[in-house]
């Protein structure tokens, strides 16, 4: 049972490259989302997902795009990387009603230098 | 608007004492409440949730917590720390009708032998 899985889980990047993170779930979860870890500021929603063929932005979407083709990935695109972009970034994923349990990948951690 | 305050961003206990990680809440309608565990390096782990039922919520490793609406509040606990419980605890906030959870900052906590 992989639950959420994201690849890479280091990555370094300069300036101005363009990368995608991966996230897969075999939990056949309608819901799935993406968020940024930064010191003292806990987690913060980046864009998620409630269904295939549909996605919203969250708290802090600019610089980041993603799409949802399947049920299972939900990829998320830096298409021109900045140092602001260094974070621990998680993608999570959970059914889709309210109160249930969100279930976090381990994390990738991404600098830009 | 949903928000979630967690009262201190670190806490300090011996081993063998009581732990207190305070979370207080803001939320329109009807919340779902949440505690989950950050170990260094890893991916969040859910500790327990609260989603309407029972007011004392218990949850793994001997954490519970505590719902009080007139308090606006929703307190994990234990009764004794271990050492492995150093980490880094999050308090979630999600209000029904929404794909939304909202993070506090965290709080870090420090076990001494």
């Known amino acids: 049972n992989a639950g959420v899985t994201q690849t890479p889980k280091f990555q370094v990047l300069k300036t101005g490259q363009s990368m995608t993170l991966q996230c897969a779930q075999d939990?056949?979860?309608?819901?799935m989302s993406w968020y940024r870890q930064d010191p003292g500021m806990g987690l913060r929603l980046i864009h998620y997902?409630?269904?295939?063929?549909?996605?919203d932005q969250g708290e802090v979407p600019n610089g980041y795009n993603v799409s949802r083709s399947t049920t299972e990935d939900f990829p998320l695109r830096l298409l021109s990387a900045a140092p602001s972009q260094t974070s621990v970034y998680f993608c999570?994923?959970?059914?889709?009603?309210?109160?249930?349990?969100?279930?976090f990948g381990e994390g990738s951690w991404l600098t830009v230098v | 608007a949903q928000s979630v305050t967690q009262l201190d961003s670190h806490v300090s206990v011996s081993e063998g004492t009581p732990v207190l990680l305070r979370c207080n809440y803001s939320?329109?309608?009807?919340?779902?409440l949440f505690w989950y565990v950050q170990h260094p390096n890893k991916g969040l782990q859910l500790l327990l949730k609260?989603?309407?039922?029972?007011?004392l919520v218990k949850g793994i490793n001997g954490f519970e917590a505590e719902f009080k609406k007139s308090e606006t509040s929703f307190h994990l606990t234990k009764p004794s720390a271990h050492m492995s419980d150093a980490a880094e605890y999050f308090c979630?906030?999600?209000?029904?009708?929404?794909?939304?959870?909202?993070f506090g900052t965290g709080t870090r906590l420090k076990v001494l032998a």
């Open positions: 979630v906030v999600s209000e029904a009708g929404t794909y939304k959870y909202i």
């Open positions: 939990m056949n979860h309608e819901y």
């Open positions: 609260y989603t309407s039922a029972a007011t």
């Open positions: 997902s409630v269904g295939a063929g549909i996605t």
């Open positions: 939320s329109s309608y009807s919340p779902s």
């Open positions: 999570a994923s959970s059914y889709g009603e309210t109160g249930n349990t969100i279930y």
